[in-house]
C-alpha cells in the first residue's frame, strides 16, 4: 500500500462514520478481511494496464486491495449514496487513480467508464448478481477478465459440466462465452454482516470467440426448453421447438443436462435455420 494507503482509517471506523449498516435491500454484505480481499485480488491477474472497473464497492475493503495491488485506473460503481460517499473519500488520497460513479450499475453500460483492455473486479450483491453477468456477457469480446465473488450456488452453476447437478441454462450461455475456473469459497462469517449463503470466487476469461457458432436468442430457446423440463428426454422437452435432436446427430433419448455446450450449440443453430424456413413458410415459430 502507498503511504496514503497506510494513512487510511479502519475500515470499521469508515463505516461508523457514514452510518454504513449494511442493507439486506441492497444485498449489501461487507467483507473487511484484508486477506480475503488481497486473494480475490490475486485471483484476477495482473491489473497494470487495465481499466479497473469494480461494481459494489461498500466501504472501500475490495477497493482498497485493488489500489495495493496497483489498479489504475479503477472505476468503482455504487448505488448507495452512503457508500458512495465514502468511496469519494477514499478517492481524494488516490487522486486520478480511483473514479467513484454514484449510479445502478444495471443501468449503466461500464464499458464506457474505463479503458479497454478492462476487467471486472468486484463482489457483487446478492440480488442482481446474474442479471449483471448476464448483460456484461452480450458484449464478453469487450472484457478481458471477470472476477467475481457470488452466492457458491450460482458460482457452481456457471462452472458445472454435463452430468453434475449444478449443469443448466445458466453454465451453457457462460461457458459458451468464456472460460470458467472456480477458485475459492468464502464462508459466511467472513463478512458483517454474515449472510445466510457461503459464497465463492470465480474467474471468467471470455473467448476470443464463443465456443461454437449460435446466436444469443436461439441458444436460450433450445436450453430453456431443455432445461425447463430437465427430466424429460430431448424428443419430449424440445418437441414444442418442434426441432428432432437427432438431425445434429444426438440422440433424442438424452436428456439436457448430460449435453455438451457444443451440442447445445449445434441444437440452437437447427432451431435458428428452422426459424428462418417457418418464416419463408409464412409463420413464426
Avoid at 491477474?45 to 489500489?67: D, K, N
Avoid at 441454462?169 to 457462460?174: A, D, E, F
Avoid at 476469461?205 to 436460450?220: F, N
Amino acid at each position: 500500500m502507498t503511504d496514503a494507503g497506510a494513512a487510511l482509517p479502519p475500515l470499521r471506523e469508515v463505516i461508523r462514520r457514514h452510518g454504513l449498516d449494511a442493507r439486506r435491500t441492497l444485498g449489501q454484505h461487507f467483507l473487511l478481511d484484508q486477506n480475503l480481499t488481497d486473494r480475490i485480488v490475486r485471483v484476477a491477474g495482473p491489473l497494470a494496464g487495465y481499466g479497473i472497473i469494480e461494481i459494489g464497492p461498500g466501504p472501500g475493503g475490495l477497493t482498497r486491495s485493488l489500489l495495493a495491488a496497483g489498479a489504475d485506473p479503477l472505476v468503482a460503481v455504487e448505488k448507495d449514496p452512503r457508500c458512495a460517499a465514502a468511496i469519494r473519500e477514499l478517492a481524494e488520497a488516490f487522486p486520478r487513480r480511483l473514479q467513484p460513479v454514484e449510479a445502478d450499475a444495471l443501468d449503466v453500460d461500464v464499458r464506457n467508464l474505463a479503458p479497454a483492455p478492462r476487467k471486472v473486479v468486484a463482489n457483487l450483491p446478492y440480488n442482481v448478481a446474474v442479471p449483471l453477468l448476464l448483460g456484461w456477457l452480450r458484449h464478453a469480446e469487450d472484457f478481458a477478465g471477470l472476477t467475481l465473488m457470488l452466492q457458491k450456488e450460482v458460482a457452481q452453476r456457471l462452472a458445472a459440466t454435463p452430468g453434475q447437478p449444478a449443469f443448466g441454462r445458466l453454465s451453457v450461455i457462460v461457458q459458451w462465452l468464456c472460460t470458467v475456473e472456480y477458485q475459492f469459497a468464502v464462508d459466511r462469517r467472513a463478512f458483517v454482516p454474515p449472510p445466510n449463503v457461503i459464497s465463492a470466487v470465480v474467474n471468467l476469461t471470455p473467448r476470443p470467440q464463443p465456443l461454437a457458432p449460435a446466436s444469443w436468442q436461439a441458444l436460450e430457446a433450445v436450453t430453456q426448453a431443455g432445461f425447463g423440463q430437465r427430466r424429460k428426454m430431448l424428443r419430449s422437452s424440445l418437441r414444442p421447438l418442434g426441432i428432432d435432436a437427432a438431425a445434429v446427430g444426438i440422440d433424442p433419448a438424452r436428456r439436457a443436462e448430460t449435453l455438451s455446450v457444443a451440442e447445445f450449440c449445434a441444437l440452437a443453430r437447427l432451431h435458428a435455420a428452422q426459424g428462418v424456413e417457418a418464416t419463408k413458410a409464412g409463420w413464426s415459430p
